[in-house]
């Protein structure tokens, strides 16, 4: 379905939703940032972020009859968006929040959208439009905008921890083009998502359990943020596919622009970020890019 298909009224809660997914998933990196402030590390709070909203996706995908299936092209799909989307993209993201503003990770996110337009393309999934390569190269001048003095990036010293974040929307872009390679027709969207967490879960564990990045917290209040964060990230991605499913990808894709005004907001007002004056036009050129790779998409559809 698309949003153009669907009545007044549905539209409306489709909108209340992404404005909720937005809020919600705009969250995690703060209370990620919170965590490993109390000292745990960055894989860890991955782990049990992951293991927590797996074993809730997993508890709602059993009880409605939808839990995944486990063949090898199956666990292939699981893991290797777990692997990439999750384990990876949370490893840059949480290593690079232990230094740089928790706002300027919202503002790179959105980045995710025309990177996996670009690696369509590159992969002859999608051919990529003049307008989608337009709107890829106004956003990375918008993100290049971001880390400049006097925007998102207080001190220079910190460009090498926010050049790692940038790696986290390419591992989403990647993850993107490998559910698409590696999805097995007729497989629910709640099956999948708790397949995907599971995969991430056990990534996750793989690579910090040997590394001792998983120990116990050091407070009743570090355990409480542990928990909320994984709570957080197993009930966004059941709004997300909520929202895949009725609304439609490139109405659902519009969350980017919610996530990074949350993002900011959330910045500010738990860790009492400022950004510089050049945040609001360097917003505006990575808004403005992701609106036009959404615009080439709605065209070829």
């Not at 960055?42 to 074993?55: E, R, Y």
Request: aromatic share 6%; proline share 6%.
């Amino acid at each position: 379905m698309t949003a153009s298909a669907m009545t007044g009224a549905a539209t409306l809660r489709a909108m209340l939703w992404l404005l909720l997914l937005g809020a919600i998933w705009g969250l995690t990196p703060a209370l990620a940032k919170l965590a490993m402030q109390d000292g745990v590390l960055p894989l860890g709070v991955s782990a049990v972020g992951a293991t927590i909203s797996a074993a809730l996706l997993m508890a709602i995908a059993v009880a409605r009859g939808q839990a995944p299936r486990w063949s090898r092209a199956h666990l292939w799909h699981y893991v290797a968006g777990g692997l990439v989307g999750m384990a990876l993209a949370n490893l840059f993201a949480f290593t690079g929040l232990t230094r740089a503003p928790a706002g300027l990770f919202a503002l790179i996110v959105p980045l995710a959208g025309p990177l996996s337009v670009l690696l369509f393309a590159l992969a002859g999934i999608e051919r990529a439009r003049p307008l989608a390569l337009l709107g890829t190269v106004v956003s990375l001048a918008g993100i290049a905008l971001a880390m400049a003095p006097g925007a998102a990036l207080p001190d220079p010293a910190l460009l090498p921890w926010a050049a790692l974040m940038l790696l986290v929307p390419v591992c989403y872009a990647v993850a993107n083009i490998l559910s698409v390679k590696l999805a097995v027709p007729g497989s629910p969207h709640l099956a999948q998502a708790a397949g995907t967490l599971v995969g991430a879960a056990a990534s996750v564990l793989v690579i910090a359990l040997p590394l001792g990045h998983v120990g116990l917290p050091a407070s009743i209040g570090t355990a409480l943020v542990l928990l909320l964060h994984g709570l957080v990230t197993g009930v966004a991605y059941l709004i997300y596919f909520r929202l895949l499913v009725r609304a439609g990808g490139i109405f659902t894709s519009q969350v980017s622009y919610v996530i990074t005004l949350a993002g900011l907001a959330y910045g500010a007002l738990i860790f009492g970020e400022r950004p510089g004056w050049l945040t609001l036009p360097a917003t505006l050129l990575i808004f403005g890019g992701v609106a036009l790779v959404t615009l080439s998409q709605r065209r070829r559809g």
